[in-house]
């Protein structure tokens, strides 16, 4: 089972370019998240989707976009990467909006901007 | 507003003795409380969770937690440390419905020795 696959693993980007992080989960998921972790300071929510067009901000959106085009997929898109968004980003999803409902997390991006 | 404090951000302990990694929280209303961990590059999976029903949650890879309503603590536990339970460990409060809720501590790396 795929779960959640997040691509690519590991990306440089100079200051001012532009990427889009793709996640896509094959759990038929209504909800996913995009977090960003960084070092000492645990995961911050981005942006999340309860489902296919409807998407909401998290805790620190600033410098992102995001789309819910289908189900499966949750792709980020980083305008004029800074080096402030060097980061490991996780896409995650879950089946529910319940209390207790377990999230379940990709691999990471993980993402330096020089 | 909802917070965690995961006390130590690096534990070691011997193979085959006690784990215990703490987590206090915050809560203004009664508290879902999650521990996640992740294996080096891998995202999170979820350890176990308490959801207001038994107050000692029992988890996978025989870790197991007790909810302490009076210390606010919801610390993560194990008899005796194995090799493979090296891991970044992340304790997490919800205080509503869906994953957007969660609030995560800054994570405690644990460290086997041999």
């Known amino acids: 089972n795929a779960g959640v696959t997040q691509t690519p693993k590991f990306r440089i980007l100079k200051i001012g370019q532009s990427m889009t992080l793709q996640c896509t989960q094959d759990?038929?998921?209504?909800?996913m998240y995009w977090y960003r972790q960084d070092p000492g300071m645990g995961l911050k929510l981005i942006y999340y989707?309860?489902?296919?067009?409807?998407?909401d901000k998290g805790e620190v959106p600033n410098g992102y976009n995001v789309s819910r085009s289908t189900t499966e997929d949750f792709p980020l898109r980083l305008e004029l990467a800074a080096p402030s968004q060097t980061s490991v980003y996780f896409c995650?999803?879950?089946?529910?909006?319940?209390?207790?409902?377990?999230?379940?997390f990709g691999q990471g991006t993980r993402l330096t901007v020089v | 507003a909802q917070s965690v404090t995961q006390l130590g951000s690096h534990v070691s302990v011997s193979e085959g003795a006690l784990v215990l990694l703490r987590c206090n929280y915050s809560?203004?209303?009664?508290?879902?409380l999650f521990w996640y961990v992740q294996y080096p590059n891998q995202g999170l999976q979820l350890l176990l969770k308490?959801?207001?029903?038994?107050?000692l949650v029992k988890g996978i890879n025989g870790f197991e937690a007790e909810f302490k309503k009076s210390e606010t603590s919801f610390h993560l536990t194990k008899p005796s440390a194995h090799m493979s339970d090296a891991a970044e460990y992340f304790c997490?409060?919800?205080?509503?419905?869906?994953?957007?809720?969660?609030?995560f501590g800054t994570g405690t790396r644990l460290t086997i020795i041999p």
């Open positions: 308490y959801t207001s029903a038994a107050t």
């Open positions: 989707s309860v489902g296919a067009g409807i998407t």
């Open positions: 997490a409060v919800s205080e509503g419905f869906g994953n957007e809720k969660l609030t």
């Open positions: 995650a999803s879950s089946y529910g909006r319940d209390r207790g409902t377990e999230a379940f």
């Open positions: 759990m038929n998921h209504n909800y």
């Open positions: 809560s203004s209303v009664p508290p879902y």
